[in-house]
């Protein structure tokens, strides 16, 4: 069974840096595609970043690029989302969430069939 957990989600200021974690069991990271959702009060989930499996490519919506990066941590079995600079756009609970091999083209959430159960990230100054 495919079960994610996330972590390290918090309250930072803009300009501020965090690190959310993705913990993963049931499956083998290389076979499955992760993108990372966010869903801020009143709007739509949307996709931030996805890493395909097999070849760890990864895809960035455009209001994160430069900012925001994922990735796999094989030694403890987690995905990991980088996420720098800050700012309050970006408040929203974040969702890690699994389907087998790559990234669909087109980001939505339905494609996905395993999710974590969120984690906070709140930016204010």
């Known amino acids: 069974q495919v079960t994610l957990v996330e972590s390290g989600g918090g309250s930072v200021q803009p300009g501020d840096s965090l690190r959310l974690s993705c913990a993963a069991s049931?499956?083998?990271?290389?076979?499955?595609?992760i993108a990372w959702f966010r869903q801020a009060p009143g709007k739509e989930r949307e996709a931030v970043a996805c890493?395909?499996?097999?070849?760890?490519?990864?895809y960035y919506t455009d209001s994160v690029k430069g900012r925001f990066t994922t990735g796999r941590d094989y030694a403890n079995n987690r995905l990991y989302l980088r996420m720098n600079n800050l700012n309050a756009d970006d408040t929203a609970v974040y969702y890690c969430?699994?389907?087998?091999?790559?990234?669909?083209?087109?980001?939505?959430?339905?494609?996905?069939?395993?999710w974590g159960q969120g984690t906070q990230v709140t930016v204010s100054s």
């Open positions: 049931g499956f083998v990271l290389d076979d499955y595609a």
């Open positions: 890493i395909t499996g097999e070849d760890g490519s990864t």
């Open positions: 969430a699994a389907k087998p091999w790559k990234c669909p083209q087109s980001l939505d959430a339905f494609r996905f069939g395993a």
